[in-house]
């Protein structure tokens, strides 16, 4: 490990315990690059895996590729609407590590300021029961629900990652959104602690997208799609405008423009149909 990456993770190392420690003190501290402008900010919302390999598929046979993608196209629409207006959507074609390792790369290449990856969560196989669904028998677990953010103090700028997954965080709270545990449990394939239980900000080191990347870099989970009743949530567009509104508000919280955010008004939809909250964050606005 260069020279240069060594004391880039060490000082990662220090910031992020501190900030694991004080999260009301890191959010005040972690503001986004100084001199931050949004109509400057390339932010690269990383479309996860590939079609080739499209990782997860939902409880009834959604592939969790063709969720990331929608999820990415209203982010980046609500991002634009709210002046961030260099956002681009990044998709990945290919498989294995290879296509991994390229999407940082590709976001340095574009200037990125920011990288957000998204995608759709699972469960560990032990977790998994069969029932027949959409015309096929397939997995589910209705055990975990809620979303999950993680960052790396091995990418080049830890403490503004964790920065903005704090904003995203509260900005997710404040749409209703819980976040799931199973991640934290300590069995094989999870076992990653919690930087901000509250917010559901994970550590995790050797994700390769967040560990290569040069900008701050930050992976969000927006759902568990085994689970029957999330995935019901998951594909209704107003999950996905609300979500996205709430990935916008997070950017201008970090890189504020010359006014001041608007407010985050959505109604979270409810499995079937519903809304889990009527309250519009500030109480204003919000009849979507
Ligand atoms: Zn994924």
Redesign the pocket.
């Known amino acids: 490990m260069p020279l240069r990456h060594h004391l880039a993770a060490r000082l990662g190392a220090t910031l992020l315990a501190a900030a694991a420690t004080a999260p009301a003190a890191a959010l005040e501290a972690a503001a986004g690059p100084s001199g931050c402008r949004p109509a400057d900010l390339v932010v690269v919302l990383d479309v ?2 590939t079609p080739e390999q499209s ?2 598929a939902s409880a009834t046979g959604r592939r ?1 590729y063709d969720l ?1 993608l929608a999820l990415a196209e209203a982010i980046a629409r609500e991002a634009v609407a709210a002046g961030f207006t260099a956002t681009q959507v990044m998709k990945t074609t290919g498989s294995g590590r290879p296509q991994l390792e390229s999407r940082s790369r590709r976001a340095a290449e574009i200037g990125a300021g920011l990288f957000l990856s998204i ?3 699972a469960v560990q196989d032990r977790y998994l029961k069969t029932w027949f669904a959409n015309g096929a028998t397939r997995r589910y677990s209705d055990l975990f629900a809620g979303h999950s953010l993680f960052v790396s103090e091995l990418g080049a700028r830890p403490a503004e990652s964790f920065g903005f997954a704090l904003r995203l965080g509260d900005r997710l709270q404040s749409i209703g959104m819980r976040p799931t545990r199973h991640h934290n449990e300590p069995i094989p394939g999870e076992n990653r602690p919690f930087l901000d239980e509250a917010r559901g900000i994970h550590r995790y080191d050797e994700l390769i997208v967040l560990k290569t990347a040069a900008m701050p870099a930050v992976l969000f ?1 927006a759902g568990v799609i085994v689970n029957r009743a999330e995935e019901r949530r998951i594909v209704r567009p107003e999950f996905r405008r609300c979500v996205a509104r709430a990935v916008a508000a997070a950017l201008a919280d970090w890189c504020p423009g010359d006014k001041p955010p608007e407010p985050l008004a959505c109604r979270m939809p409810t499995p079937d149909g519903g809304a889990l909250s009527e309250e519009p964050e500030t109480g204003t606005g919000g009849t979507e």
Do not use: A, K, L, T
Request: zero cysteines; aromatic letters at 0%; a negative charge.
């Open positions: 996860g895996h990782g997860s969790e990331n995608h759709h969560d989970e």
